[in-house]
């Protein structure tokens, strides 16, 4: 009886470990993804920004050309 016990204490070690390494697995890799949708969604953000910024410059420089009635 406490031999079996004893094996069912190390088994349940070896699966304790087994498990807290697939977590911290886990979370490194969730956070890696979630760092890597951030930086992605920064960029596709400053894409836009900048070409807004271009259509705003394309605008303003045609109503800077263009002559005002007197």
Known sequence: WESRVTQYERDFE??????????IRFEKEKSKDFKNHVIKYLETLLY????????LGI???????KKLPR
Not at 14 to 23: A, D, L, Y
Not at 48 to 55: K, V
Not at 59 to 65: E, H, K, P, V
């Open 48 to 55: 836009s920004q900048q070409q807004a910024g271009e259509q």
């Open 14 to 23: 070896r699966i304790s470990t087994v498990v807290r390494k697939e977590v």
């Open 59 to 65: 605008r303003s420089g045609i109503l800077l050309t």
